[in-house]
């Protein structure tokens, strides 16, 4: 029987581990069946197509050790709905810093740091040493406005989009007082539903078959098109929206633009999302894209881009 193993498919191998070979694969048969799960035998690493199972390619992967930074500033709720997700779902623990003791925080001991949305008031010091960190391995994983924060403090070489009209010469529009609420209302996004397409060979992206992804937004952080063409695991389509309001000027600026971006900084790497993947612990689609940035983050390398002659 021939079988086709997708990208992201994970191979335990039998020799140099501690358990012995038959304690191993009444484990994996457990965790297959709770996880529902295939777990296949193989007496071979040859493969009848594609890469061999003895090949550069099947990377070694290593236990995340993460933190998340909490407290003043930060979305309580997008910060519990982390912590909801690694706990109740996977069974991982996170360790949870307040931002006012990160100057303290001990950062060689994690690999990954996360980020959700917020107000982050970092000083310079404590962004140089963030930077430091990414650019000697680690992952850096950012939701909605800390993203925005990442690009400002030149983390990620990333750009956002102006939700501002910067037209010179415009004339300003005089309106009544009483239009404000309904005129800047309808200019927000309190929550909607958007198609977009997923790089399913990048490692955000492993684990899912079909390119087409529905993606929540409840916010107007947007990434301009990345220069790098590697970039952009997530854009949205040239009409994105699928279901709820977002103003057609919203809808332009949208269109075409990465959802998420990741970059690569020396040894590192900062994973974007412009979007909440694991709103409300309800939308299960995107939850296994933040869960593989924590889980893969560390295998993410920049692929050799070869200059054009001019």
């Not at 403090?153 to 609420?181: I, Y």
């Not at 947007?222 to 952009?232: G, H, R």
């Not at 990741?262 to 939308?283: H, M, T």
């Amino acid at each position: 029987e021939t079988r086709k193993f997708g990208y992201g498919t994970l191979v335990v191998p039998v020799q140099q581990q501690r358990l012995h070979p038959d304690s191993l694969h009444a484990l994996l048969a457990r965790v297959g069946q709770a996880c529902q799960t295939d777990v296949l035998p193989l007496a071979s690493g040859f493969s009848a197509s594609g890469i061999d199972l003895g090949s550069n390619s099947v990377r070694t992967l290593r236990k995340p050790e993460a933190a998340m930074l909490v407290g003043a500033g930060v979305s309580g709720y997008e910060a519990g709905e982390v912590w909801h997700l690694l706990d109740t779902q996977v069974g991982m623990p996170i360790t949870k810093v307040e931002t006012a003791s990160f100057s303290r925080l001990n950062l060689n001991r994690y690999t990954t740091l996360v980020m959700v949305g917020g107000t982050y008031n970092l000083d310079k010091p404590a962004v140089d040493r963030l930077k430091a960190w990414i650019a000697s391995g680690g992952t850096l994983v950012t939701l909605k406005n800390a993203s925005e924060w990442a690009v400002k403090q030149g983390l990620s070489k990333e750009k956002m989009v102006s939700l501002v009209d910067t037209a010179k010469n415009k004339t300003v529009k005089r309106l009544p007082f009483d239009d404000a609420v309904p005129t800047e209302g309808a200019k927000l996004l309190g929550g909607a539903v958007f198609e977009a397409d997923l790089d399913i060979t990048h490692p955000v992206g492993f684990g899912y078959r079909d390119r087409k992804i529905f993606v929540y937004r409840n916010g107007l952080t947007i990434f301009q098109p990345s220069k790098d063409v590697y970039n952009a695991v997530v854009q949205y389509t040239a009409n994105p929206l699928v279901s709820g309001y977002c103003s057609r000027d919203n809808q332009k600026r949208l269109a075409n633009t990465p959802s998420v971006l990741v970059n690569a900084e020396g040894q590192g790497r900062i994973v974007l999302f412009a979007d909440n993947p694991n709103f409300r612990g309800v939308w299960h689609g995107t939850n296994r894209m933040f869960l593989n940035a924590l889980f893969f983050g560390s295998l993410i390398a920049p692929p050799v881009v070869i200059g054009e002659e001019d």
